[in-house]
T-cell receptor, first 113, second 115 residues
Framework: GNSVTQMEGPVTLSEEAFLTINCTYT??????LFWYVQYPGEGLQLLLK?????DKGSNKGFEATYRKETTSFHLEKGSVQVSDSAVYFC????????????FGQGTTLQVKP | NAGVTQTPKFRVLKTGQSMTLLCAQD?????MYWYRQDPGMGLRLIHY???????AKGEVPDGYNVSRLKKQNFLLGLESAAPSQTSVYFC??????????????FGDGTRLSIL
């Protein structure tokens, strides 16, 4: 079946540190891949996406590359800020046209000044 | 610029009570979804709709019913609430497209506690 696995959190970093949140997936064919972010008390916001192999999604200094060979979509940022503290969800939409998202369990990021 | 609006934002129910959560979107989206979010489990799909008058089961549909009488509204009902339904509920919508590239837009959630 289709599934998404994220690294367990929480991840605690100092401001300006480098961030990597690992995400791997299992799916048939070529799913579309997404990262969503959830700030405290809010809903989910799309952070970035990639729809085919070797695509790189980027937004607000975050990047992730669709790696078909390793079935991965790791999230990276070169220098995190306190305002990046949130829960990050990796997700995929498998083949089919209903657009159902399949989420990983989420990774909590806490950035300390 | 409302996007996806969920009401209510918070609710406490007693076991056995019923209630309806309302989701409204003003983006003319065809597809709408209801998820529940539980600690350590991410978001799980309860029901979804691909258009007005249509609904389908998701991953965890038991104990819930839905209706989509109008394109802009998607209602989630609990007929007889149980403590296991204590969760944060999110509604999402997205436009119909030719592929799977369109992201879903989420509401701010409804925090529901069943005592």
């Amino acid at each position: 079946g289709n599934s998404v696995t994220q690294m367990e959190g929480p991840v605690t970093l100092s401001e300006e540190a480098f961030l990597t949140i690992n995400c791997t997936y299992t799916a048939t064919g070529y799913p579309s891949l997404f990262w969503y972010v959830q700030y405290p008390g809010e809903g989910l916001q799309l952070l970035l996406k990639a729809t085919k192999a070797d695509d790189k999604g980027s937004n607000k200094g975050f990047e992730a590359t669709y790696r078909k060979e390793t079935t991965s979509f790791h999230l990276e940022k070169g220098s995190v800020q306190v305002s990046d503290s949130a829960v990050y969800f990796c997700a995929l939409i498998p083949l089919g046209n209903t657009g159902k998202l399949i989420f990983g369990q989420g990774t909590t990021l806490q950035v300390k000044p | 610029n409302a996007g996806v609006t969920q009401t209510p934002k918070f609710r406490v129910l007693k076991t056995g009570q019923s209630m309806t959560l309302l989701c409204a979107q003003d983006m003319n989206h065809e597809y709408m979804y209801w998820y529940r979010q539980d600690p350590g489990m991410g978001l799980r799909l309860i029901h979804y709709s691909v258009g007005e008058g249509t609904t389908a089961k998701g991953e965890v549909p038991d104990g819930y019913n839905v209706s989509r009488l109008k394109k802009q509204n998607f209602l989630l009902g609990l007929e007889s609430a149980a403590p296991s339904q204590t969760s944060v509920y999110f509604c999402a919508s997205r436009p119909k497209d030719r592929g799977r590239r369109q992201p879903q837009h989420f509401g701010d959630g409804t925090r529901l506690s069943i005592l």
